[in-house]
């Protein structure tokens, strides 16, 4: 069994205004990732995603890129460890 990986992450650049946030929920749930998704009032997108390393790291690949409209200038990650989430949620901005 693969381990679990959790992570908090912020997204930078042109990512508010292009469908980052249905992105990142549609392509979470397809890999079955569990976790949130929210816009921040500075402009940047944070989410937290949990599930199994690998394809934990392979979504944070992708957000790198995000849906077509997004220009993404930086994936920060500020934490990893434990939590315990149950489906993928869009969460008010904050």
Known sequence: MDSVRTVHV???????????????????????LTGWVRNRRDGSVEITLQGP?????????????GPPDAH??????????PGAYDGFDVLPTT
């Open 10 to 32: 912020r997204i930078k650049g042109r990512v508010q205004g292009v469908g980052y946030r249905a992105w990142v929920e549609s392509m979470a749930r397809t890999m079955a």
């Open 53 to 65: 390393t690998d394809r934990v790291d392979e979504m944070l690949k992708k957000c790198e890129h």
């Open 72 to 81: 993404v200038t930086k994936v920060e990650i500020l934490g990893e460890g």
